[in-house]
């Protein structure tokens, strides 16, 4: 389930915003991490492995799996429709395991928006707390 949508603001030189959307599934739901890390990556085409990294680290407790994109070209749109070829975009990627089920965390933008939203994303990241009584 969608929980939330966030703008970036485009970097200079970028021609628009980028996106973060937030997601969270219910232990079990949304499919494991290694499946959703392969499905982020196949959003792009023509990406060199050398631009694709592949980390694991633990914050607050929580194991969270991340993805960066530097620059390729982004299959934009909804899951299951048309997508649009969107050339020169990277992607910040986080899967964050939970006891209440993962929660995921896509930013997609223009290269420069990605690598300037960089600090704010990992940031973000950085002040994940899970309300035990939830």
């Known amino acids: 389930m969608r929980l939330a949508t966030y703008r970036v603001p ?10 973060v959307s937030v997601f969270h599934f219910a232990p079990g ?9 392969e499905r982020w990556e196949n959003q792009f085409s023509d990406v060199a492995k050398a631009n694709t990294r592949q ?12 993805l ?12 299951g429709g048309p997508s649009k070829p ?18 995921f ?7 420069k928006t990605v690598k300037s939203a960089q600090r704010t994303f990992f940031s973000m990241l950085e002040s994940i707390k899970i309300d035990a009584a939830k």
Do not use: C, Q, W
Not at 10 to 19: F, W
Not at 91 to 103: D, F, H, K, R, S
């Open 29 to 37: 739901k949304g499919g494991d991490v290694k499946a959703n890390l």
């Open 86 to 103: 969107t050339p020169g975009y990277g992607l910040l990627g986080a899967i964050v395991e939970t006891p209440a089920g993962n929660y």
């Open 55 to 66: 980390n694991e680290k633990t914050i607050n407790g929580f194991a969270v799996h991340l």
């Open 105 to 111: 965390f896509k930013l997609t933008a223009p290269e």
């Open 10 to 19: 485009k970097a200079d030189g970028d021609r628009e915003d980028g996106e």
């Open 68 to 79: 960066e994109i530097d620059r390729g070209t982004y299959a934009s749109g909804m899951p």
